[in-house]
């Protein structure tokens, strides 16, 4: 074991002088999730959305044919299902994922293109994964739990003195557990587990990430209610700015081993091509006390508009999100396009 992680470090990371920023690429993918960890030409995806070729097409226009090593934070399909072509489609060299298996021929699938691959297969211990000059710390599910959800992969992402947590489609079990055997410290950065369901979210971990910003990986039209208004404004009354991939598109944090971050959105659209893509557009999240706050570079009004609350067909618009009316609103006024 000794051995194996010593590979590991060898194997991913960084040459020497090339340190640069580290980017965390919330991929908009409907109803699902992907996320891109790039830094020093190292990359790490965690999730591969739901679709066949949503997130190898984005790949592709981004110019990454090698990923380090490829996370499923657990087997359901909207997580997996775009892993065959994924691991088919480019070079993987390590697959890590949660060792519970499903009877899904889309898990079947996936686990096929995995032994033709050739990556090696990671169990999800408790371990340090060296991604450049980042490290990815793997969060272990509670041992037999044979639950997808509660089963879930963490990953913490260390970069300096910044730090993000992804915890897949944890449900507050699961959150809860963590909280009691795991280091979970106030991190920039949150995924908000399980797109924004209630049983995602509990005071309890808001408490102990305390970010400056939670994104939300929903689609826009889903059968479960995702996300909970009340889950946003519970991030939102703990002093997070809420980014949902199904307004804002794909979301985009470029961070500095100082804390310091910026957050980038792009138009909303599934695995658009670069050439239809609208204009990307920076905006800056509010950061509470003592979080490093991120580069001031206000979006112009004209820009930012469009994206404004376009489902927010209840509570009142706060910022860019829409929030249950019971909770107050700190953000200026400005966005309430739809809100009724
Ligand atoms: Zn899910």
């Known amino acids: 074991m000794r051995a194996l992680l010593g590979l590991l470090s060898v194997l991913l990371a960084a040459p020497l002088g090339a340190q640069s920023a580290l980017e965390i690429r919330f991929f908009n993918v409907g109803q699902g999730d992907a996320v ?9 995806l965690i999730d591969a959305g739901p679709g066949s070729g949503a997130v190898i097409g984005q ?4 110019g990454v044919d090698t990923l380090d090593i490829v996370i499923a934070s657990h087997n359901h399909a909207d997580h997996i299902g775009g892993m065959p072509a994924v691991i088919g489609g480019s070079v993987a060299r390590f697959y890590m994922d949660n060792g519970l298996p499903t009877t899904t021929s889309t898990y079947q699938r996936t686990m096929a293109a995995v032994r033709a691959s050739g990556a090696q297969y990671l169990n999800a211990t408790t371990r340090s994964v060296t991604l450049g000059y980042a490290r990815l710390r793997i969060m272990a599910p509670p041992p037999g739990v044979g639950d997808q959800n509660n089963s879930s992969v963490g990953v913490r992402v260390d970069y300096g003195d910044f730090h993000a947590i992804l915890t897949g489609d944890s449900e507050q079990e699961e959150l809860a557990y963590w909280l009691q055997h795991a280091e979970v410290p106030r991190v920039q950065v949150v995924k908000v587990a399980h797109h924004g369901s209630p049983n995602g979210t ?13 994104v939300i990986s929903v689609g826009r039209v889903n059968g479960y209610g995702h996300p909970s208004l009340d889950v946003i404004a519970a991030w ?4 997070a700015r809420v980014y949902r991939t199904d307004i804002t598109g794909s979301v985009v944090i470029l961070a500095h081993t100082n804390g310091q971050f910026s957050v980038t959105t792009a138009s909303r659209g599934v695995a658009q091509s670069p050439r239809t893509r609208a204009p990307a557009q920076r905006v800056t999240p509010t950061a509470p006390p003592g979080v ?38 700190h953000k200026p006024p400005g966005c309430a396009c739809n809100a009724q």
Do not use: D, F, M
Not at 236 to 239: F, M, P, T, V
Not at 301 to 314: F, G, L
């Open 202 to 214: 509990s005071q309890e971990w808001i408490n102990a990430t305390r970010p400056g910003v939670a």
């Open 59 to 62: 790949l592709r226009a981004l």
């Open 292 to 329: 490093p706050q991120p580069r001031v570079s206000p979006p112009p009004a004209a820009v930012r508009s469009p994206n404004c609350c376009k489902v927010c067909s209840a509570g009142q618009a706060c910022g860019n999100s829409c929030i249950s009316r019971r909770y107050q609103c």
């Open 36 to 44: 891109l960890v790039r830094e020093s030409g190292k990359s790490a």
């Open 236 to 239: 939102e009354a703990a002093g």
